[in-house]
């Protein structure tokens, strides 16, 4: 039996051999990870078994996922959303606990139990539907925007749970105090977190942002900073955690941030999966399969009859409705932490772990195939949407890049580019130079802080909906990207450092490659030919560009 690390590499490594096997036969890596922890764990070969460095590893993942997760919400993306998304969530939350505990009376359990699994129940997993919209990139979307705002209303939910299991409800007062305490609390740490980040961190992350290694230790600092405040304040980590991360989503560099926090959030994620697989046991699953399989379906069928009436009642489109219901069929790893909680607190028997875990497995599993083949199931049963469809219903507009113009670099030229571009484009400028990072907030474009070659910087440019994208980096590499991943119709120009690049770049499509040699020869021509014609001509062109200097550079 592998102990300690021997057991943390058993897990990296068949986390690795598994999740290429899923990544090659195109099926979700978190179901990978959870048949991995089955295999090595006592249902399978036996060989590892859940302790405290794994617990801690399964700790991290969830932390670094809610922190990555306040790292994509900019405030003013998500008020669109907010007032439906806490509509959504309590009727949603309220109606699935009373499916829950209807069921679990159904099964046979007693009245104590079946309210704690009509709580467990009533959550969706944050891990695994973050997980796979991310992977799919749909995070952004509306459907994806109302699914993480229900799961960030229930995590803060799961807290006040949590915290009110510590209550005597015998004494009203003493629980409405606490609750009172719990939200005030996590009010003032999310205060905190916005005004610290704005007008003190960001200025820490101007300073180091050329040295990436800084970068990423101090934005994990500062994320384990919130988790200790939250600690200390009878918070979970994973609060302390989100409120960081959206308190740095606020400033430019949180997309720089995200592509460095997120292979280490891959990683703990794997664990967690593995870790929740380890712990089912094969005693478990044969006491209670009959009931988990019975309550797995019906909670998945309700659960998304709930979220589709529920979010249809808000006017949302069917097709939105449908999207965002299909995410949420799954219980929570939230609630395997509750139900423990109330097995140690002696209100539940221990063999109910054994139930709600293998429900969590059947519905997450399931889960990740319905999400992974929702717009397959989607267009089976389009006649049905277009049948519920109406015309007092419609999608909030979601602020997004369309026929934009995307700019790579920001100097003396590019800045009269845009200027002349935002005529008739949206203008979405990516830039790496921390000096220019207070002017491009300031302006009226649409701003990423970064370097173009990470993956979470392209992703953010929308280049499949651009209608031209311009770059201005001397990096070959960079250029090469643009080439790559635009589409065909996108006009894309790129600078060259020499004629041979240039031929490359040619080569791999593009519409114009700067060469600023062969711009400044034909330039001096240009001007030489009006000097020995008309001097006093070639006078007026040097004043004028004298005057476009001094504008610039002003």
């Given at each position: 039996m592998?102990?300690?690390?021997?057991?943390?590499?058993?897990l990296i490594g068949?986390?690795?051999?598994?999740?290429?096997?899923?990544?090659?036969?195109?099926q979700p890596?978190?179901?990978?990870?959870?048949?991995?922890?089955?295999a090595?764990?006592?249902?399978?070969?036996?060989?590892?078994?859940?302790?405290?460095?794994?617990?801690l590893?399964?700790?991290?993942?969830?932390?670094?996922?809610?922190?990555?997760?306040?790292?994509?919400?900019?405030?003013?993306?998500?008020?669109?959303v907010?007032?439906?998304?806490?509509?959504?969530?309590?009727?949603?939350?309220?109606?699935?606990?009373?499916?829950?505990?209807?069921?679990?009376?159904?099964?046979?359990?007693d009245?104590?139990?079946?309210?704690f699994?009509?709580?467990a129940?009533?959550?969706?997993?944050?891990?695994?539907?973050v997980?796979?919209?991310?992977?799919m990139?749909?995070?952004s979307?509306?459907?994806?925007?109302?699914?993480?705002?229900?799961?960030?209303?229930?995590?803060?939910?799961?807290?006040?749970i949590?915290?009110?299991?510590?209550?005597?409800?015998?004494?009203?007062?003493?629980?409405?105090?606490?609750?009172?305490?719990i939200?005030?609390?996590i009010f003032v740490?999310?205060?905190?977190?916005?005004?610290?980040?704005k007008?003190?961190?960001?200025?820490?992350?101007?300073?180091?942002s050329?040295?990436?290694?800084?970068?990423?230790?101090?934005?994990v600092?500062?994320a384990?900073?919130?988790?200790?405040v939250?600690?200390?304040?009878?918070?979970?980590?994973?609060?302390?955690?989100?409120?960081?991360?959206?308190?740095?989503?606020?400033?430019?560099?949180?997309?720089?941030l995200?592509?460095?926090?997120?292979?280490?959030?891959d990683?703990?994620?794997?664990?967690?999966f593995?870790?929740?697989?380890?712990?089912?046991s094969?005693?478990?699953?044969?006491s209670y399969?009959t009931e988990?399989?019975?309550?797995?379906v019906?909670?998945?069928?309700?659960?998304?009859?709930i979220f589709?009436?529920?979010?249809?009642?808000?006017?949302?489109?069917?097709?939105?409705?449908?999207?965002?219901?299909?995410n949420?069929?799954?219980?929570?790893?939230?609630?395997?932490?509750?139900?423990?909680?109330?097995?140690?607190?002696?209100?539940?028997?221990?063999?109910?772990?054994?139930?709600?875990s293998?429900?969590?497995?059947?519905?997450?599993g399931?889960?990740?195939?319905?999400?992974?083949?929702?717009?397959t199931?989607?267009?089976?049963?389009?006649?049905?949407?277009d049948?519920?469809?109406?015309?007092?219903?419609?999608?909030?507009?979601?602020?997004?890049l369309?026929?934009h113009?995307?700019?790579?670099?920001?100097?003396?030229?590019?800045?009269?580019?845009?200027?002349?571009l935002s005529?008739?484009?949206?203008?979405?400028?990516?830039?790496?130079?921390?000096?220019?990072?207070?002017?491009?907030a300031?302006?009226?474009?649409?701003?990423i802080?970064?370097?173009?070659?990470?993956?979470?910087?392209?992703?953010?440019?929308?280049l499949?909906?651009?209608?031209?994208?311009?770059?201005?980096?001397?990096?070959?590499?960079?250029?090469?990207?643009?080439?790559?991943?635009?589409?065909?119709?996108?006009?894309?120009?790129?600078?060259?450092?020499d004629?041979e690049?240039?031929?490359?770049?040619?080569?791999?499509?593009?519409?114009?490659?700067?060469?600023?040699?062969?711009l400044?020869s034909?330039?001096?021509?240009?001007?030489?030919?009006?000097?020995?014609?008309?001097?006093?001509l070639?006078?007026?062109?040097?004043?004028?560009?004298?005057?476009d200097?001094?504008?610039?550079?002003?």
């Amino acid at each position: 039996m592998a102990t300690g690390f021997e057991s943390l590499a058993f897990l990296i490594g068949a986390a690795t051999v598994l999740g290429i096997v899923a990544q090659k036969t195109r099926q979700p890596k978190v179901m990978a990870y959870i048949v991995a922890g089955l295999a090595i764990g006592p249902v399978g070969l036996d060989i590892v078994q859940g302790g405290e460095m794994i617990s801690l590893f399964s700790e991290l993942g969830l932390v670094f996922l809610l922190f990555l997760i306040g790292l994509e919400i900019d405030i003013d993306e998500v008020r669109e959303v907010l007032g439906s998304t806490i509509g959504i969530a309590v009727i949603q939350m309220t109606l699935t606990f009373a499916s829950g505990l209807g069921i679990s009376l159904l099964l046979g359990f007693d009245t104590v139990t079946s309210v704690f699994i009509g709580a467990a129940v009533m959550f969706s997993s944050t891990a695994l539907v973050v997980k796979i919209l991310t992977q799919m990139d749909e995070a952004s979307t509306l459907p994806g925007r109302l699914d993480v705002g229900v799961l960030l209303i229930q995590d803060v939910a799961v807290v006040v749970i949590l915290a009110l299991m510590t209550v005597n409800f015998s004494r009203p007062s003493q629980a409405a105090l606490k609750l009172l305490e719990i939200f005030l609390m996590i009010f003032v740490v999310g205060v905190l977190s916005l005004a610290s980040s704005k007008y003190f961190f960001s200025k820490i992350l101007k300073k180091i942002s050329g040295n990436s290694h800084a970068f990423f230790t101090h934005g994990v600092a500062w994320a384990f900073l919130f988790i200790t405040v939250a600690s200390h304040l009878n918070l979970s980590l994973e609060i302390g955690a989100f409120l960081a991360g959206i308190g740095i989503a606020q400033v430019p560099y949180s997309r720089e941030l995200q592509e460095n926090v997120r292979p280490l959030t891959d990683l703990f994620m794997a664990i967690f999966f593995m870790n929740f697989g380890i712990g089912i046991s094969g005693a478990s699953i044969q006491s209670y399969f009959t009931e988990a399989l019975i309550a797995s379906v019906a909670l998945i069928t309700i659960k998304f009859t709930i979220f589709f009436l529920t979010i249809d009642r808000f006017k949302f489109t069917p097709e939105t409705s449908f999207k965002a219901s299909i995410n949420m069929g799954q219980i929570s790893e939230f609630g395997l932490i509750l139900i423990s909680l109330a097995i140690a607190e002696g209100f539940v028997a221990p063999d109910v772990s054994g139930f709600i875990s293998m429900v969590a497995i059947l519905t997450m599993g399931t889960s990740a195939y319905l999400m992974r083949y929702k717009d397959t199931i989607q267009e089976k049963i389009q006649p049905l949407l277009d049948f519920l469809d109406s015309e007092k219903k419609e999608d909030v507009n979601i602020d997004t890049l369309s026929d934009h113009a995307v700019i790579i670099g920001y100097d003396a030229i590019s800045r009269r580019v845009c200027q002349k571009l935002s005529e008739d484009h949206q203008i979405l400028v990516i830039d790496k130079n921390p000096e220019n990072t207070e002017e491009l907030a300031k302006s009226d474009y649409e701003y990423i802080y970064g370097d173009f070659k990470h993956g979470e910087i392209r992703e953010g440019s929308d280049l499949e909906e651009a209608s031209f994208v311009i770059s201005f980096s001397r990096e070959k590499e960079v250029n090469t990207a643009v080439l790559e991943e635009k589409q065909d119709e996108t006009v894309g120009i790129v600078r060259g450092s020499d004629f041979e690049v240039a031929s490359e770049l040619y080569d791999l499509g593009a519409d114009y490659v700067i060469l600023e040699n062969l711009l400044a020869s034909d330039r001096i021509s240009e001007y030489l030919e009006i000097y020995l014609e008309d001097r006093e001509l070639f006078l007026k062109e040097i004043d004028g560009e004298m005057d476009d200097i001094a504008g610039i550079n002003n």
